[in-house]
Nanobody, 127 residues
Framework: RVQVVESGGGSVQAGGSLTLSCVAS????????MGWFRQAPRKEREVVAS???????????SYADSVKGRFTISTTDSQNTLFLQMNNLKPEDTGMYYC?????????????????WGQGTQVTVSS
């Protein structure tokens, strides 16, 4: 059974950095695509970044336009830990960040395709 658990959130001033981690359990074949999502207060959940963690598209990443050049998604060689390195944070990056896994590769995904979700970790960026 796939489970994901996030950690690493916190409070930081604008321009600062944070690294989020997500430990995943279960067979890698059941979760080849993993991603980070976020939800700000009174806003809908949105994708931040995704990565293929297995197979011929291993390491293939995708980012929301709002975080390109500032955030980096990565995974360990053992493929059981997902990271989100966040640099040059802005107040609009504030929100609950969720790690999620999908039972297929990332190509063409919808948020609803992600079946496994963590509880979230809060990121707060002050100006």
């Amino acid at each position: 059974r796939v489970q994901v658990v996030e950690s690493g959130g916190g409070s930081v001033q604008a321009g600062g950095s944070l690294t989020l981690s997500c430990v995943a359990s279960g067979y890698i074949y059941d979760r080849p695509c993993m991603g980070w999502f976020r939800q700000a207060p009174r806003k809908e959940r949105e994708v931040v970044a995704s990565i293929d963690t297995y197979g011929r598209t291993y390491g293939l990443t995708s980012y929301a336009d709002s975080v390109k050049g500032r955030f980096t998604i990565s995974t360990t060689d053992s493929q059981n830990t997902l990271f989100l390195q966040m640099n040059n944070l802005k107040p609009e990056d504030t929100g609950m960040y969720y790690c999620a896994a999908r039972g297929a590769y990332c190509s063409g995904y919808l948020m609803s395709d992600f079946a496994y979700w963590g509880q979230g970790t809060q990121v707060t960026v002050s100006s």
